[in-house]
């Protein structure tokens, strides 16, 4: 068993069975980050396959040693790297294109830093769409995750496509703004 403080000041118990639960979902959340990392590294389909269920494994095996205090990504992103590394180290006689050991940290810390700030700006953007006054929201979502034509979207609300293309600009603009006002709070924390 642990013990949680949350911000209130409450002090939960957390079983392990509860942190295991906590750890599967930051494993599964990690996976298109860590799948995108090796594909950097390794590029053939199956190998990376092959890797990324190795760096499950691991940190699967590490549960009781991550710091939950820490962030989870970056300490993954680093196991896969590890993993990418005794890949290349099995593969070195196979024919295969090897890094050495520095173009593979710099390429992994590239990778990690952008998968880092791509997650940011993620979590940025759907805390910013609920700030959103729901007729924005609505439009935002109709254009661009059901792919609704502008000419559509202007003919059920009755306006012209010109002033539905401006206020999905003006809706645009201000979402970046949000978003990068978000990014940059975060980073002071």
């Not at 390794?42 to 699967?60: G, K, M, P, S, Y």
């Not at 009781?64 to 070195?92: G, M, T």
């Not at 439009?139 to 995750?145: A, H, I, K, P």
């Not at 059901?146 to 539905?164: C, F, K, L």
């Amino acid at each position: 068993m642990d013990v949680a403080l949350s911000c209130a000041g409450e002090v939960s118990v957390l079983s392990n069975r509860d942190l295991d639960e906590e750890y599967v979902a930051l494993i599964a959340g990690s996976q298109p980050v860590l799948r995108g990392l090796l594909v950097a590294l390794i590029r053939r389909a199956a190998d990376v396959d092959d890797v990324l269920q190795e760096t499950n494994t691991v940190l699967w095996r590490k549960r009781n040693e991550y710091d939950w205090d820490r962030e989870f990504l970056p300490w993954s992103c680093r196991i896969a790297q590890l993993q990418a590394l005794a890949f290349f180290k099995r593969v070195k006689n196979d024919g295969q294109a090897v890094f050495d050991e520095q173009t593979l940290e710099q390429i992994a810390a590239v990778a990690t830093r952008r998968a880092v700030e791509a997650k940011s700006h993620a979590e940025a953007l759907a805390y910013c769409m609920e700030k959103l006054h729901p007729e924005h929201r609505q439009l935002v979502e109709s254009r661009y995750c059901d792919a609704m034509p502008v000419n559509q979207i202007a003919s059920e609300a009755g306006r012209t496509a010109d002033a539905v293309s401006m206020t999905l600009y003006r809706i645009r603009k201000t979402l970046m703004e949000c978003i990068q006002k978000t990014v940059a709070q975060e980073a002071r924390l």
